[in-house]
């Protein structure tokens, strides 16, 4: 399935002074695949080393770090020469392998000329273990597949360009935003984990069959990120981290709105009421990357992150596929849209994980009093305030105070409804399905 982050590799392959590539992200991502394709397709040849399934290839890397030796070796272990200025070398799960990590300095020292990608899960967790090589490597994130991928992924590549061509003087069809609203709903029971979507598309033709099938695959992975906080984190941490963890998507019940409240955590683990004891196990589902940690503020002013308390934030699942299964939703609810406020907690997540796959950027979210904007987007020295509507009634009084009080240049919702950007009146309305092409203007 193509990628939008093989042109980034490409680009990267392309720099003068490039440096060994980490490619980071959480499990299931595509990792492996995307720079095994990235080798087919843009080298003549590319090398593979696994460093969890391959031991002899970690022992290399225990003498010196002298990068022509340690690619000889490798060569002679994989029985194939690494031309160091034409073929791609491949460092996979390089967490399990701390020398190989600090073997990168050396690459980018001496030998600048090879094209050397890494990947590892959980790194996150790993890289504060060794002597890392500061400086001397580039990073890229690999996320959940975007909307836009799975329409990709598809084959519905008249709503991708559809999508792409639009601009802020576009409005949309009633026929075309009906078929993407059908689109979205089937990625909100998906989500952008490429296996999932793959295990959607080989059987989309009996949809029911499709979906179960998805569903199943969901909670198949659901139980490899267990096993991973098991392995990873010890046993009374894990218990810990693995109740925060379920407790987040549980935490939707106690929305009476639809809008997606501070995370609480009392009732998760008895005697354990205060962040300060749970501190540790957010920063570990933040470096595992299982969690997306939005700040609350309660006054707006650039820079946003001054105003943050370490303790008051929402929390939202990386995947919406993921919070789906493990909300226990039965895909014919989300089909149907029928499933009650926790639409409002998935347009959320949605918005959230789209928002993160197009740029990167730091989200905050404003609440003052029992005034609330789900999320504040900074962009070119300027503030944005983003409310999202999981369905078609757009009202919002948080909105008009938001905008009396701190007089955006403009401001967004995100719903049900279609397009509708209003220059005049500085009012900017997107479907929800178009977060990853926002803003248009």
């Known amino acids: 399935m193509k990628r939008l982050i093989l042109q980034d590799l490409r680009n990267w392959k392309r720099q003068k002074n490039r440096k060994p590539l980490i490619l980071k992200g959480v499990r299931q991502t595509g990792k492996t695949y995307i720079l095994k394709y990235f080798g087919q397709?843009?080298?003549p040849a590319y090398h593979y080393i696994n460093f969890e399934r391959n031991q002899n290839a970690a022992s290399l890397f225990s003498g010196d770090f002298d990068p022509k030796r340690i690619l000889r070796d490798l060569g002679f272990l994989l029985d194939s020469k690494i031309d160091e200025k034409k073929d791609l070398?491949?460092?996979?799960?390089?967490q399990a392998?701390?020398?190989?990590?600090?073997?990168?300095?050396?690459?980018?020292?001496?030998l600048p000329?090879?094209?050397?990608?890494?990947?590892?899960?959980l790194l996150g967790l790993h890289l504060g273990e060794t002597s890392f090589p500061v400086g001397k490597v580039d990073f890229f994130h690999m996320r959940p597949m975007c909307f836009a991928e799975f329409l990709e992924a598809n084959e519905d590549q008249t709503s991708l360009a559809y999508l792409n061509e639009c601009t802020e003087l576009n409005s949309i069809s009633s026929v075309m935003h009906a078929h993407l609203w059908k689109q979205f709903q089937l990625y909100l029971i998906t989500g952008g984990l490429p296996e999932v979507v793959r295990t959607f598309l080989e059987s989309k033709n009996d949809l029911f069959?499709?979906?179960?099938?998805?569903?199943?695959?969901?909670?198949?992975i659901v139980y490899g990120y267990y096993a991973d906080i098991a392995k990873h984190a010890g046993k009374v941490n894990a218990m810990h981290i693995d109740r925060v963890w379920q407790a987040i998507p549980s935490q939707l019940a106690q929305s009476q709105d639809g809008s997606t409240k501070r995370f609480q955590f009392k009732g998760i683990i008895p005697g354990i009421d205060r962040y300060q004891r749970l501190a540790n196990v957010f920063d570990w589902l933040l470096a595992a990357e299982l969690i997306i940690k939005v700040p609350i503020v309660s006054h707006v002013e650039l820079p946003l992150k001054a105003y943050t308390e370490e303790s008051h934030f929402k929390l939202y699942m990386?995947?919406?596929g993921i919070l789906g299964a493990m909300s226990d939703l039965s895909p014919k609810a989300i089909?149907?849209?029928?499933?009650?406020?926790?639409?409002?907690?998935?347009?959320?997540?949605?918005?959230?994980?789209?928002?993160?796959?197009?740029?990167?950027?730091?989200?905050?979210?404003?609440?003052?009093?029992?005034?609330?904007?789900?999320?504040?987007?900074?962009?070119?020295?300027?503030?944005?305030?983003?409310?999202?509507?999981?369905?078609?009634?757009?009202?919002?009084?948080?909105?008009?105070?938001?905008?009396?009080?701190y007089h955006p240049p403009y401001r967004v919702v995100f719903s049900a409804k279609g397009l509708n950007i209003d220059l005049v009146n500085q009012y900017h309305h997107y479907p929800l399905y178009m977060a990853y092409w926002f803003p248009l203007i």
């Open 335 to 405: 089909l149907d849209y029928n499933y009650g406020t926790y639409k409002g907690y998935f347009a959320e997540n949605f918005i959230a994980q789209e928002f993160l796959a197009r740029s990167d950027i730091k989200l905050y979210s404003w609440h003052e009093n029992r005034a609330e904007i789900e999320f504040l987007y900074a962009m070119d020295n300027q503030i944005i305030p983003i409310e999202v509507k999981s369905g078609n009634i757009t009202r919002s009084q948080s909105l008009n105070k938001y905008v009396e009080k």
């Open 89 to 94: 070398l491949i460092f996979d799960e390089i």
């Open 113 to 121: 000329e090879l094209a050397l990608c890494c990947a590892g899960s």
């Open 209 to 220: 069959a499709a979906l179960t099938l998805v569903r199943k695959k969901q909670n198949d």
């Open 41 to 43: 397709t843009d080298f």
């Open 97 to 110: 392998c701390p020398q190989a990590l600090t073997s990168l300095k050396y690459f980018a020292e001496q």
């Open 318 to 320: 990386f995947d919406v």
